[in-house]
């Protein structure tokens, strides 16, 4: 998971126009708040695949919760 998270943060960093400067604490808000989206994702897929009477989460499930979850988090 460490690796993911650095992965995560130089990928922002890349795709942020360079004029932009991210200070040390955006950077952890940032991080922050992508794990709580993932956890919550988690949690709902997780909620989908009981639903289906599957034992393991699926990338279906995945697939299923994901558009719903990305226009809650848009507001």
């Known amino acids: 998971m460490l690796k993911k998270a650095t992965k995560l943060k130089s990928i922002i960093k ?25 956890s919550s994702l988690a ?18 499930h995945l697939r299923a919760v994901s558009k719903k979850m990305l226009k809650k988090a848009r507001g």
Do not use: D, W, Y
């Open 14 to 38: 890349t795709k942020t126009k360079s004029n932009v400067n991210v200070r040390p604490t955006s950077e952890a808000m940032i991080e922050l708040l992508t794990l709580v989206f993932l």
């Open 43 to 60: 949690e709902e897929a997780k909620a989908k695949a009981f639903e289906e009477k599957s034992a393991t989460i699926r990338a279906q």
